[in-house]
């Protein structure tokens, strides 16, 4: 099997003729959801015109004439087809191409989806992106608190943890619980410091799956930065939490009231809670600090600008309501953020797509994005120490956190 590079959650392949056939998998396909067949043609894929010239490129070169888009319940996948009979199979044409899909794939892909090519290393990659900002551009005089307003997310799969949070095995950290609109969500909180003085703090967002929290002390029990207080919490669905994961929904509020534990303890000054997070947490970072003014600077390592690059092992919501992914998708709504707000990449990740689309659409002189030459997606990790140590110098009424770019580049090598 040959592969194609595609972005980060996203899979890729070709036809093998020795694997189920197309007409087998659309026929599986209407036996597992009937209503799925009875989709009309329509146009579901767009592909740019640099994206319909790599994928042309490949299909030549492999003596193709079709794509075909496959979505299974882990990844998104291009593969390439030859012609045959596409009678039961959804087809659209996109800068000269054909693409096709089985009903369940149709039923399946996200609502304005396109495909087209990333950079990493200097070398093209094909990836999907939502078009939704294309089809129906975002409205600045709404935010996104607004647009949340109301809305009820429909989850389509239900995810649990059900794993309860070890115990640290020192006083360096504590296991709490703080309340949130979905019930008392595990967290961890590094120890109060000793001097009866207010300090700093930081909610930290971890990558992966951010709903459920592990531990991340060393094995004496100490933690990285001590002169800093830190909370880590877990979110709804995640460890033995009450709720179900929903995918940088409702997570957001329970941030938030992560936020509103902090500012109630008598050790943290509450006019210094700052909000950090890494890959899909540098995404619900940044979607946090688009709802509330709560944190004083927020730190998005590595975020997406659309949750659909994520792929669909992590979309539960209702595949086909545009409304779902609009108010996840945090490039959307750069225009409701109110405090300082600092974007990561780093240059080698192919996540840098994420990064270059929001800045180039960015108007709001609050965010700032850095892409860090030589780093790539986890190395870029090694500006945290940079950040802890520009939070504990910020201690004007307030924030004057910043950072240039040969400042960064500096720190990180």
């Not at 197309?22 to 894929?45: G, H, N, W, Y």
């Not at 949070?165 to 020192?170: A, D, F, K, L």
Request: proline share 8%.
């Amino acid at each position: 099997m040959i592969g194609l590079a595609l972005l980060t959650g996203l899979g890729c392949g070709v036809y093998e003729p020795n694997g189920p056939s197309p007409a087998t998998q659309a026929a599986t396909a209407s036996s597992i959801d009937p209503s799925a067949a009875q989709l009309e043609r329509k146009q579901l894929v767009i592909a740019t015109a640099e994206a319909a010239k790599e994928l042309r490129r490949q299909m030549d070169a492999m003596g193709y004439e079709m794509v075909w888009i496959d979505v299974s319940d882990r990844r998104f996948e291009i593969r390439f087809v030859p012609t045959f009979d596409t009678e039961g199979f959804n087809v659209c044409e996109s800068q000269g191409l054909t693409f096709m899909m089985d009903a369940l794939s149709a039923a399946r892909l996200p609502h304005g989806i396109g495909i087209h090519v990333t950079r990493a290393n200097g070398k093209p990659s094909l990836g999907f992106y939502s078009r939704l900002t294309e089809v129906d551009p975002p409205d600045p005089s709404i935010s996104l608190p607004e647009a949340r307003k109301g809305f009820e997310t429909k989850l389509v799969r239900h995810k649990t943890d059900g794993k309860s949070p070890v115990e640290p095995p020192s006083d360096a950290v504590r296991l709490v619980r703080y309340k949130s609109p979905a019930g008392e969500l595990a967290a961890y909180v590094t120890r109060a410091p000793e001097d009866g003085n207010r300090h700093p703090a930081l909610i930290w967002l971890a990558g992966g799956g951010c709903n459920t929290i592990g531990p991340f002390w060393s094995d004496s029990g100490e933690v990285e930065h001590p002169e800093l207080v830190t909370m880590i919490p877990s979110l709804r669905g995640g460890n033995d939490n009450p709720g179900f994961e929903e995918d940088y929904f409702g997570e957001v509020d329970d941030v938030l009231a992560a936020a509103e534990f902090l500012r109630q303890q008598t050790y943290v000054d509450p006019d210094r809670i700052y909000l950090g997070g890494q890959s899909t947490g540098g995404t619900l970072a940044l979607l946090a600090a688009e709802c509330s003014s709560a944190f004083r600077a927020t730190f998005s390592f590595g975020p997406v600008n659309d949750v659909i690059a994520y792929g669909p092992q992590a979309l539960h919501f209702d595949p086909t309501d545009p409304k779902e992914y609009q108010l996840r998708a945090p490039g959307r709504w750069l225009h409701s953020i109110r405090t300082p707000v600092f974007v990561l990449e780093g240059r080698e990740s192919k996540g840098f797509a994420a990064l270059t689309a929001m800045s180039k659409d960015n108007t709001n002189t609050k965010i700032r994005f850095f892409d860090v030459p030589g780093a790539d997606h986890f190395t870029v990790m090694a500006l945290k120490p940079a950040v802890v140590s520009k939070i504990l110098q910020d201690v004007g009424p307030l924030c004057e956190i910043e950072f240039t770019a040969e400042e960064i580049a500096k720190s990180f090598q």
